[in-house]
């Protein structure tokens, strides 16, 4: 076992684990120069490729776990969807109408992305750690493909688009379910040890809303990996008036985005393994800063199993050096003498009142 897979698992590690959102992205130089070789697709479709880029983060950092360099986007393109890197994702004919929605195909476990599987398998040869595999969540998904990219306006599109055209969101949110248990599945078959289900705009969504046309989505794919035995973690952005939605989802892990103390996602779901959150604009600032508030998320995230991660995904604009002093501040953190020491406190309290 891992020190990451025991944390996903529920073990309150004495040491959190530590992997980073976006750990193969634009702040690494060696990232960048496949950039200059390789258009963002030729990266997700080439699998050797694939699996260098997913190994240049734990190559240089001592991160606990790898996350498969691809994009939520990725399965799409097989269900017939046109759609480009800029460098957020642009499809070229939104889904607005049903007949939008028939034309999209469900390709099948073997048609969705084959080259992730062999991507999957190069780097389990490789890797030092547990790989992590993810997908986007179907109410995520159905906001780029309806709203063409744009999120300049909290995605307004897709939320007019969900009551205007209820019928073909509900095909169309259904179709996505299929098609991301058949892509997670294969994914795990091809040898993930954890997967992340990427609900990065949920939050944008009312209570209701989300209840009808995201939670039951969610659960749908979560529940699909029940027999497969790997630590799942749920993340949504923004999610904090969705927190006890969330606590019904079957996932092991929930991720928390920065603006929600993890000591309070803690009393939302108690029993689960959080990650999080650190914000990621902190990781930009400034060494003494950064770890003065990475060991104040890690003190939050006492009291139950914790990953540390950040908030969202890593910035473009932060330095390397920034990433190792995260990971030794991370690693150098004893969570059980902390919490020894919260005890000792407590009692102290005790005594005196
Ligand atoms: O974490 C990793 O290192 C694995 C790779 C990964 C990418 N995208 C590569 C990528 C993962 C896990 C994703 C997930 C993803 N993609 C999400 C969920 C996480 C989140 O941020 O909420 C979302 C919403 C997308 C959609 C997407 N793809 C956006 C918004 C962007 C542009 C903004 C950005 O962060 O760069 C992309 C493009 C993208 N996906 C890049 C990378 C490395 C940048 C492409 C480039 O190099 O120009």
Known sequence: MSIFLDAASGKDTQRAPIWIMRQAGRYLSEYNAFKERYTFWEMCRNPEVTAEITLLPVRRFPLDAAILFSDIMTPLADMGAEIEFAPGPVVAHPVRTLADVRRLRVPGPEGT?????????????????PLIGFAGAPLTLATYLVDAGGSADGHAGFRVWLHAQPEAARLLLDRLTD?????????????????????????????????EFGLPHARRVLA???DLAVPRIYFAVGAHHL???????????????????????????????LQGNLDPAVLVSRPDALADRARAVLREGLGGAHIFNLGHGIRPDTPVDHVQRLVETVHAFDRHAEADKDKEVDKDKKVSA
């Not at 992305?113 to 750690?129: G, T």
């Not at 040898?191 to 944008?204: C, E, M, N, R």
């Not at 989802?249 to 779901?269: H, K, N, Y």
């Open 113 to 129: 992305a084959p080259f992730v599987a062999d991507a999957v398998r190069a780097v389990r040869e490789q890797c030092p750690v």
């Open 243 to 273: 927190l006890d939605q969330i606590a019904g989802l079957p996932a092991e892990v929930v991720g928390v985005d920065w603006r929600t103390p993890l000591s309070v996602a803690r009393r939302a779901l108690p029993g689960r393994t």
């Open 224 to 226: 699909a990996l029940d």
């Open 179 to 211: 098609v991301t248990i058949d892509y997670l599945r294969m994914q795990i078959a091809a040898g993930v040890q954890t997967v992340q289900l990427f609900d990065s705009w949920a939050g944008i969504h009312d209570p209701a809303v989300y209840a």
